[in-house]
């Protein structure tokens, strides 16, 4: 049973949880009323995440990358408000991964794909790159997986909490009001999404996504106006932020 929801009450979308909209946009059509979707986005959720907690919540089919040391990041989203939309803009935008060629190094280290079977730049890319089109910074695939990239040094969790004498540990836990506070402080004091995994077993929170809310000049806005359920950590329990196990699998 889910105990009740933490005080920071913020909304969004529950993200490992794919769910797939039907790819409806008719871009043949002059009238874009008649497209079967309705593809605009109001602003974006920056998702950053906790490799560790992932592959203790995903499994096996994760492998850390040895030169992966911190944060990562999951994805920039164009978003609408109160709904997790839009989603698979352009169909026929394909992901073509040469065209990032030049930020494969930066990729590797603050973007990799973990999963052995998913390509999560090309499913960052078709679900949600192909939406940010109408913004100039994050049209096209170069665009976006560069300001995706610059974001993460920008809005770099892993120096706010290290700043704030929170380091990966396999035996400390952390009060929920010091990690939220640590990132709470570097975003201007606004809201954002917390995101744990819970371990039935051990009964331990991991932390496992940061999730911002960016204006189209990819300034920091409130995350707190709508309500999810969507895996947000209890602020009655201590987090954990699990060391790297790189050799696990
Ligand atoms: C897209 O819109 C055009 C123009 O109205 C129409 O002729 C065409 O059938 C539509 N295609 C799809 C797949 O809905
Ligand atoms: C184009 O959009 C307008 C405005 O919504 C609508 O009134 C009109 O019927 C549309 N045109 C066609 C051909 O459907
Ligand atoms: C859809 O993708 C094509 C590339 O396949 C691109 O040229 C076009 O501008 C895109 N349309 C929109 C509305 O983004
Ligand atoms: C991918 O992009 C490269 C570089 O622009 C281009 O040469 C190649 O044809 C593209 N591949 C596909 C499948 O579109
Ligand atoms: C990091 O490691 C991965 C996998 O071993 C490798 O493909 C990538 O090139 C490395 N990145 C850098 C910047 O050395
Ligand atoms: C984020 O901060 C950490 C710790 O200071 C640093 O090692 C890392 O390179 C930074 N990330 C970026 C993208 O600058
Ligand atoms: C955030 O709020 C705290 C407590 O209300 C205040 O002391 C601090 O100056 C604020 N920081 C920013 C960046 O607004």
């Known amino acids: 049973m889910?105990?009740?929801?933490?005080?920071?009450v913020v909304f969004f979308v529950a993200l490992f949880?794919?769910?797939?909209?039907?790819?409806?946009?008719?871009?043949?059509?002059?009238?874009?009323?008649?497209?079967?979707?309705?593809?605009?986005?109001?602003?974006?959720?920056?998702?950053?995440?906790?490799?560790?907690?992932?592959?203790?919540?995903?499994?096996?089919?994760?492998?850390?990358?040895k030169n992966v040391t911190g944060w990562t990041i999951?994805?920039?989203?164009?978003?609408?408000?109160?709904?997790?939309?839009?989603?698979?803009?352009?169909?026929?935008?394909?992901?073509?991964?040469?065209l990032i060629h030049d930020l494969g190094p930066q990729?590797?280290?603050y973007w990799p794909n973990m999963l052995k079977t998913n390509n999560l730049w090309a499913h960052e890319w078709t679900k949600h790159?192909?939406?940010g089109a109408p913004l100039a910074a994050i049209h096209g695939e170069h665009n976006y997986f560069a300001t995706g990239l610059r974001l993460n040094a920008k809005y770099n969790i892993t120096e706010m909490l290290a700043t704030n004498n929170i380091m990966p540990s396999a035996n400390k836990a952390y009060a929920y009001k010091d990690v939220?506070?640590?990132?709470?402080?570097?975003?201007n004091n606004m809201s954002f999404v917390m995101q744990c995994y819970w371990d039935k077993k051990a009964k331990k929170q991991y932390i496992?996504?940061?999730?911002?809310c960016l204006d189209k000049q990819f300034g920091l806005l409130e995350c707190d106006k709508y309500l999810s359920e969507g895996d947000?950590?209890?602020?009655?329990?201590?987090?954990?932020y699990p060391p790297f196990q790189y050799d696990f699998n």
């Not at 008719?26 to 907690?53: C, I, R």
């Open 180 to 187: 939220e506070g640590a990132i709470r402080k570097n975003v």
């Open 129 to 131: 790159g192909t939406c």
């Open 74 to 98: 999951h994805g920039l989203w164009p978003s609408q408000i109160k709904k997790e939309a839009p989603n698979f803009c352009n169909s026929s935008w394909t992901f073509n991964e040469s």
């Open 208 to 212: 496992s996504q940061v999730m911002l």
């Open 2 to 8: 889910r105990k009740s929801l933490p005080s920071l």
């Open 232 to 240: 947000l950590c209890w602020n009655t329990e201590t987090i954990q």
């Open 107 to 109: 990729l590797s280290l």
């Open 17 to 65: 949880v794919y769910t797939e909209q039907k790819q409806g946009a008719n871009f043949t059509s002059k009238n874009a009323t008649l497209g079967s979707k309705d593809d605009h986005f109001d602003f974006m959720v920056y998702t950053q995440q906790w490799p560790e907690t992932f592959r203790l919540q995903t499994g096996p089919e994760v492998q850390i990358p």
